[in-house]
């Protein structure tokens, strides 16, 4: 079975501090992205990688940045966390592109930033 | 207008009825059809998988392409109360990026 761990599934900040969630696959998957789900709004991609040290830009990556040191892992990085980053947080990861392949998801981390 | 269009619902019917998902999209390019479902405090998981145009069934569930018309449908027959969730809408082209819908939560009642 595919497996996406993320670190935390409750994580609860303050503004203005660096946060780190992390994300890790065990299927060899070449193609990894950062989602975040809000209400009403659905299921938005801040940033994806296809390929170690690679990252390209997804529809709202203000305020973000990503690393992908290792095949395996994909860590979103928020430099400096604002209230309006408060949302779930859902890493996905699948084959090598097209990514309409099935992309398989962690359980999420629900930020919540004071 | 946005690329994936889904009511949010709340949609609430009793356990044995049929179930009927929608969603409309916008860019004649889009190829692959997905929906995903979602249960409470967990990731999405790939439902059904269509390409271009028509039906596919798996179990109780069947997954409806109309390209003509840019509509996406999830039917569920016979639904269950384990089949509360929320369900997702996916498409995406030739690009690396799926286009998600808002997802309508389906409360199914004993």
């Known amino acids: 079975d595919v497996k996406v761990t993320q670190s935390s599934r409750y994580l609860v900040k303050r503004t203005g501090e660096k946060v780190f969630l992390e994300c890790v696959q065990d299927?060899?998957?070449?193609?990894m992205f950062w989602y975040r789900q809000d209400p009403g709004l659905g299921l938005r991609l801040i940033y994806f990688s296809y390929d170690v040290k690679m990252k390209e830009k997804g529809d709202i990556p203000e305020g973000y940045s990503v690393s992908r040191e290792k095949k395996e892992r994909f860590s979103l990085i928020l430099e400096s966390a604002s209230t309006n980053q408060t949302s779930m947080y859902l890493c996905?990861?699948?084959?090598?592109?097209?990514?309409?392949?099935?992309?398989?998801f962690g359980p999420g981390t629900r930020l919540t930033v004071l | 207008q946005k690329e994936v269009e889904q009511d949010p619902g709340p949609l609430s019917v009793p356990e044995g009825a049929i179930v009927s998902l929608n969603c409309t999209y916008s860019n004649s390019a889009f190829q692959y059809f997905m929906w995903y479902r979602q249960y409470s405090r967990k990731g999405p998981e790939l439902l059904m998988y269509t390409y271009s145009s028509g039906n596919k069934e798996d179990g109780r569930f069947t997954a409806q392409v109309d390209k003509s018309s840019k509509y996406i449908s999830l039917f569920i027959r016979d639904s269950q109360p384990s089949d509360s969730a929320t369900y997702l809408c996916a498409t995406g082209g030739n690009t690396d990026k799926l286009i998600f819908g808002t997802g309508t939560r389906l409360q199914v009642f004993p």
């Open positions: 299927m060899d998957h070449e193609n």
């Open positions: 996905a990861s699948t084959w090598a592109r097209p990514s309409y392949n099935e992309q398989f």
